[in-house]
């Protein structure tokens, strides 16, 4: 499961460097099935998705990147309790 974790967010990554805007909203709603079939994020995810909040180049060129912050509100118990305290800084 956790293959499937990391290849969302290579596939993130990569929507970012194409602008496939269509792309990022396709991989954040197959992240949502993942999601709920694993039953938890693997260690480190959130800190990847913090990861791309702070890429002004992701936030600022796809339309869809609003869908990120949608999925992190929709998965808000999947964080560790001391990360829901954190803050994010974009």
Not at 70 to 86: D, S
């Amino acid at each position: 499961m956790e293959t499937q974790f990391q290849s969302a967010l290579e596939r993130l990554r990569a929507s970012n460097h194409s602008r496939d805007d269509e792309a990022v909203a396709e991989v954040l709603k197959d992240l949502e099935l993942t999601t709920v079939e694993a039953g938890k994020w693997p260690a480190g995810f959130f800190d990847e998705l913090e990861g791309l909040l702070k890429d002004q180049s992701f936030l600022l060129s796809l339309k869809n990147s609003w869908n990120l912050l949608y999925f992190i509100n929709n998965n808000w118990e999947q964080l560790h309790h001391t990360t829901r305290n954190r803050s994010v800084r974009c």
